[in-house]
């Protein structure tokens, strides 16, 4: 018995440590930091130049501005192809070239339907700019080719960039070569991008296309470690991810190659993704440089095209620009070709289950048309897959607690030697066919399901802002009520670690009476510690999504009944 509280206590208190080291010291300090580096950048009173173009020399130069302007104030000073979908809001900089402004017409900032649509890309002049760019460089270093840089001033065939109405953006070098830069973009969030170069020069020229994803100064993330934010990339077919600290703490450049595959930056949400011919070879590259501020950059650059004199050649390569719908990703791997476009929704380790485990409460949430029930009924079909398994641990669990008159005596008897103690125990488990350790595996195998579903509710996009009903108007995020204000109706904000909600309360409630009805433990400091468990949990799953935390406390209810059946079947006092 024993050695079965002391693998379920290590099991406890390692999970207990794991998060609450996170919530309570890592995350506040990553979120400091990121304040303290926007604040720097702020007193800058200039951006840094950009990381180079991908296989040239010179910086993409030309766009350092001397202050920080609000976003409209920097939008109106250049001229701009409006962008406009069912999904998308925004421009394209005539400036460059570059899409580099985008909102999410579907995604708001927060629940409130009336909030600002979320800000996706943001132009050079704002406080973190966040840009994608296109271009050729030339295929020999040193070739005096004339080319589109990010001061070229581009003209554009039309107004509007529509799912109907592609835009093509047109640029002279004035030494016989005619750049054409032509958009296209559907109803969600991939862009085409087409470049065309004609050449009326007399003589061959040779060029590389290229593409880069820049953004500038700490993002803000999460700060959590079970979820990736940063440069990533499908590279021959394996995803390679590359955390912000670690580029600013190494100051290397990432040169990676891949035949198809893809590379870009990715937040909780939404990513920024360049995906070039998938038939082709590209160099890629990740990297960070710090001028004043931070700068990341993702690139490819493609082989070499030659284009003979009085000829044409075109490239055709796209960019993924939004949120990141599973069904949507995976619609554009199968129809585009796109390889494991899916892997931007960080699905972890325990894959095998968190993506199941998202298609099944996808179905259920918008078969119901509320993820809250979703998530309870989703938890019965668990309880019903793990019947068979918890039916053995509450058998072992009763048998136990049957024993535990019997075990009193023994301690009696023995008093301070252990061993004789040890000894009879063993003997008394023999003589009536209990296991003390059978109620183990079960605790151990709903741990991968809890990470699982733990993933499933925090990185999903369909759990974002998605309702349950009373107070929780996101399932994703905490319980927003606190015990320490009576839940609102007194008028204070209580610190972020005394935000005790309802769900948390009635979470650690129900985890006190199962504990109650577990067969105790003869150490009495061991059950101790077991009887503060409850409450060190419900502080610490205060922080988690309140989905999460309304899947343990039905959870919980369903085993008390089970346990409760199981217990009175066998003749066995519930408490």
Not at 8 to 31: D, K, M, W
Not at 77 to 88: D, F, M
Not at 290 to 310: F, H, L, M, R
Request: charged letters at 20%; aromatic letters at 12%.
């Amino acid at each position: 018995m024993t050695d079965q509280k002391n693998l379920i206590l290590t099991i406890v208190i390692s999970i207990a440590i794991l998060f609450g080291f996170h919530y309570f010291y890592e995350r506040p300090r990553l979120l400091a930091a990121q304040a303290e580096a926007q604040r720097q950048q702020a007193m800058q009173g200039e951006l840094a130049p950009p990381a180079a173009t991908p296989g040239a020399a010179p910086a993409i130069g030309g766009d350092a501005v001397p202050a920080v302007r609000d976003r409209a104030t920097v939008l109106a000073e250049t001229g701009r192809v409006a962008i406009s979908t069912p999904s998308l809001h925004g421009s394209i900089n005539l400036r460059g070239g570059r899409v580099d402004d985008l909102t999410l017409a579907k995604y708001k900032t927060t629940p409130d339907k009336n909030s600002p649509e979320v800000v996706l890309l943001a132009p050079v002049g704002t406080q973190n700019p966040y840009y994608a760019e296109f271009g050729w460089v030339a295929a020999t270093a040193g070739d005096a080719v004339a080319l589109p840089k990010a001061d070229t001033v581009w003209t554009a065939s039309g107004s509007t960039l529509t799912p109907e109405s592609p835009v093509t953006l047109s640029w002279d070098n004035g030494a016989g070569l005619v750049f054409e830069r032509i958009f296209a973009i559907d109803a969600n969030y991939m862009f085409t991008v087409t470049q065309r170069v004609r050449n009326q020069t007399g003589e061959a020229v040779a060029l590389s296309p290229y593409g880069f994803v820049q953004r500038r100064g700490m993002p803000e993330v999460e700060g959590t470690y079970v979820l990736h934010e940063g440069p990533l990339a499908i590279v021959d077919g394996t995803l390679k991810e590359y955390k912000y600290d670690d580029l600013k703490e190494d100051g290397k450049t990432i040169n990676l190659s891949s035949t198809g595959g893809w590379i870009g930056i990715t937040d909780k949400y939404w990513l920024v993704g360049l995906i070039p011919d998938q038939s082709l070879t590209t160099d890629m590259r990740v990297l960070h440089q710090y001028s004043g501020t931070d700068v990341y950059q993702v690139d490819y650059k493609a082989p070499a095209v030659t284009i003979a004199a009085g000829q044409a050649s075109e490239t055709t390569h796209r960019l993924f620009a939004g949120a990141k719908v599973v069904g949507l990703l995976n619609d554009y791997t199968e129809k585009l070709g796109i390889d494991s476009l899916d892997y931007a929704v960080d699905w972890g380790w325990f894959y095998f289950l968190t993506k199941p485990f998202f298609h099944g409460l996808d179905w259920l949430g918008r078969m119901i048309g509320n993820f809250g029930i979703a998530i309870l009924v989703f938890t019965v079909f668990l309880r019903l897959a793990f019947f068979p398994i918890a039916n053995k641990q509450y058998e072992a669990f009763a048998k136990m607690k049957k024993l535990q008159p019997k075990m009193e005596e023994l301690k009696k008897k023995h008093g301070d030697n252990r061993e004789a103690l040890s000894m009879e125990m063993m003997k008394l488990y023999k003589e009536e066919k209990a296991n003390p350790l059978a109620g183990c595996l079960p605790i151990l195998l709903q741990i991968p399901v809890f990470f699982a579903l733990y993933k499933v509710l925090y990185v999903t996009i369909e759990m974002r802002h998605a309702p349950f009903y009373g107070w929780i108007h996101d399932l994703s995020a905490p319980d927003p009520t606190t015990l320490f204000n009576l839940f609102g109706l007194i008028p204070w904000d209580p610190p972020s670690f005394l935000h005790i909600g309802i769900w948390p309360l009635l979470m650690g409630i129900t985890m006190w009476l199962q504990m109650k009805m577990n067969p105790s433990n003869p150490d009495p400091i061991q059950q101790k510690v077991f009887m503060l468990m409850p409450f060190i949990f419900t502080f610490m799953m205060a922080a988690f999504p309140a989905g999460l935390v309304i899947y343990w406390t039905w959870s919980n209810l369903l085993s008390i009944a089970q346990q409760w059946y199981i217990m009175r079947r066998m003749g066995v006092k519930a408490t």
